[in-house]
């Protein structure tokens, strides 16, 4: 079946500018997670949303990051008034269910200006 | 201080070498341990996963657990070129009911270059 899929695979905005990226999770998958992954750097948790609960939102950096889940499909992180330290790769996960494997997609290159 | 500690190498080895990929960690509330792969511009895969301490084998990959002193290893044998990536240890904590929680912690990554 197809893996997870985010959109666009590459983005490149202007200082200052609010950008929405996009994920897919695998069908049936009750859990979504996102990352940033900094360049040479591992991955930075950022949120983490299981079914109808209130989302794990302790990796936030700033008010300017937010994301939301439809039901148990898509998700979208919103950067508001986009840094140049916002620059990094976007990299979202799904799993059954909360602390189960967790299978990435291929990410979100972003890149401010 | 970082949560997790991983040296970024880089690690060169020719093929056929066994590579020894290690992480510390600072928090004992991590019980859950896991090593994924990560080629380039690709997202994370998962090779190895880990409750508490003890070894793992699957099939050249070795996973090991020494939670006494928080440091945790992944051996490659008959490293292969196809293995050159970057290795990526992460682990998370365990909730009230036994299941890990969701949230992982990763290490910086080790980029590994095995070459013919």
């Known amino acids: 079946g197809a893996g997870v899929s985010q959109s666009p695979s590459n983005k490149v905005t202007e200082k200052g500018k609010d950008v929405e990226l996009r994920c897919d999770p695998i069908?049936?998958?009750?859990?979504l997670y996102w990352y940033r992954q900094r360049l040479g750097q591992g991955l930075e948790f950022l949120i983490y949303f299981q079914g109808n609960s209130a989302p794990d939102k302790s990796g936030l950096p700033s008010d300017r990051f937010s994301a939301e889940r439809t039901g148990e499909s898509v998700s979208t992180l919103t950067i508001q008034r986009t840094q140049q330290e916002d620059s990094a790769v976007y990299l979202c996960?799904?799993?059954?269910?909360?602390?189960?494997?967790?299978?990435f997609g291929p990410g979100t290159r972003l890149t401010v200006l | 201080q970082k949560e997790v500690e991983q040296d970024p190498g880089p690690l060169s080895v020719p093929e056929g070498a066994i590579v020894s990929l290690n992480c510390t960690y600072s928090n004992s509330a991590f019980q859950y341990f896991m090593w994924y792969r990560q080629y380039s511009r690709k997202g994370p895969e998962l090779l190895m996963y880990?409750?508490?301490?003890g070894n793992k084998e699957d099939g050249r990959f070795t996973a090991q657990v020494d939670k006494s002193s928080k440091y945790i290893s992944l051996f490659i044998r008959d490293s292969q070129p196809s293995d050159s990536a970057t290795y990526l240890c992460a682990m998370s904590g365990r909730r009230v009911g036994g299941t890990s929680y969701g949230k992982l912690t990763f290490g910086q990554g080790t980029i590994l270059t095995v070459h013919p």
């Open positions: 069908s049936g998958h009750t859990a």
């Open positions: 880990t409750y508490s301490s």
């Open positions: 996960a799904s799993s059954l269910k909360g602390g189960d494997t967790q299978y």
